[in-house]
């Protein structure tokens, strides 16, 4: 079965979140002949947000900082820290439950003046 243009017809959703995370829908569309229900999953980003930290601290000596990552969805997140740059270390995975902020402990340990 080919449906041309023609048949096609245009739903219109108005969908305004108020955190970002995966949302979850239904829509029901009935007929007199005809019922259907559609499942659709929105998912949210927030804006690409730049942080700019600055670290002092002697040579050899670590510092950390704790970054709170802050989950305001209904779902839980686990994440994938990628670190770059020499001297930088952190766990590789965090979760951050439904509601909760946790704390991603940033580690900066120079092995020499730089």
């Known amino acids: 079965l080919f449906l041309d243009r023609s048949d096609a017809v245009e739903l219109p959703i108005k969908f305004i979140p108020r955190y970002a995370g ?6 029901l569309l009935k ?3 005809d019922v259907r229900v559609y499942e659709i999953e ?3 980003n ?3 947000a730049e942080a700019e930290l600055e670290f002092l601290t002697p040579a050899y000596e670590a510092v950390v900082q704790d970054i ?3 989950n305001m969805s209904s779902q839980d997140w686990k994440l994938e820290a990628i670190l770059e740059g020499q001297g930088f270390y952190g766990p590789p995975l965090i979760n951050v439950g439904s509601g909760e902020t ?3 402990p940033l580690m900066f340990k120079p092995i020499a003046e730089c």
């Open 31 to 33: 007929s007199s002949c």
């Open 42 to 44: 929105c998912v949210v």
């Open 22 to 27: 995966c949302y979850h829908c239904q829509i």
């Open 46 to 48: 927030t804006d690409h």
């Open 102 to 104: 946790a704390l991603y």
């Open 68 to 70: 709170p990552i802050s």
